[in-house]
């Protein structure tokens, strides 16, 4: 059974599941789909196109499903596809895609912190956490476990790699690479994400082949088209490490130096 405040806007057009709870001030817009057992606290606002699943908890004064901050948007028919048990804390907004990929996907378990922006088309994994005032340009990619700190600017079209950790105030032109730290300014390679890595269950073994693969792709007086040819070579190859090789040589704005 729902339990919807009397002081909801709640469009008839939209489709609730079960066991939700609207607070006070909420506005759910035409076409809105969402799943069961979400909470919207008080003064959250779903716009057309919003397609949310189970189990997410939604903060006051978070914005879903807004159009895009884009020129180019010409009122396409387009959504923000929300994943189930999410945390979405006060103030964030994540807009709906465009004509580019049609639709701003974000997955399950994350926590997004206060003031978050993310923006048309982006697409962001499992289980992150981004931190407060945080801002993801258009069409950024940000693969699953990234950890990133608060106050981070990342460039439309940039990717962020699985179990990095990005530090506070960090801005970012380039790809971060997976299982790295960066920060500094400019953006720069900071080591491994040792700590996270451990956290997540990697063994010894593994870490250290994924730091000899790093200490090769960022070894100075090699073009990186020979790293990544002796990475080949000489590190054990994994699904670790083929990642690695794979998110480098595809990477389109070229990696963090």
Request: net charge neutral; proline share 4%.
């Amino acid at each position: 059974m729902n339990k919807i405040s009397p002081l909801a806007y709640i469009d008839p057009d939209a489709k609730i599941g079960e066991n939700c709870e609207i607070g006070p001030f909420c506005y759910v817009d035409r076409g809105v789909v969402i799943g069961d057992n979400n909470v919207l606290m008080n003064s959250v606002t779903l716009l057309y196109g919003t397609r949310m699943g189970n189990g997410n908890t939604v903060f006051p004064g978070a914005v879903i499903g807004a159009i895009p901050q884009d020129l180019k948007f010409k009122g396409e028919d387009t959504t923000a596809e929300i994943g189930d048990n999410n945390t979405i804390r006060e103030n964030v907004t994540i807009n709906r895609g465009t004509a580019a990929k049609g639709k701003t996907v974000v997955g399950s378990g994350n926590l997004f912190m206060e003031a978050v922006h993310i923006a048309h088309d982006a697409l962001v994994g499992n289980g992150c956490i981004v931190g407060n005032t945080t801002k993801l340009a258009g069409e950024v990619i940000v693969d699953d476990y990234a950890i990133i700190s608060a106050s981070v600017l990342v460039h439309q079209f940039c990717r962020i790699g699985s179990y990095v950790m990005i530090g506070g105030g960090t801005r970012t032109g380039q790809d971060v690479p997976p299982f790295v730290m960066a920060a500094r300014e400019p953006v720069a390679f900071c080591g491994l994400n040792v700590v996270g890595l451990r956290r997540r269950g990697f063994s010894s073994e593994m870490i250290e082949n994924i730091h000899s693969a790093y200490r090769l792709l960022y070894q100075r007086g090699k073009l990186r088209d020979e790293c990544l040819a002796q990475i080949e070579r000489e590190v054990p190859m994994s699904k670790e490490i083929e990642y690695i090789l794979d998110f480098v040589k595809t990477s389109k704005r070229g990696i963090i130096k």
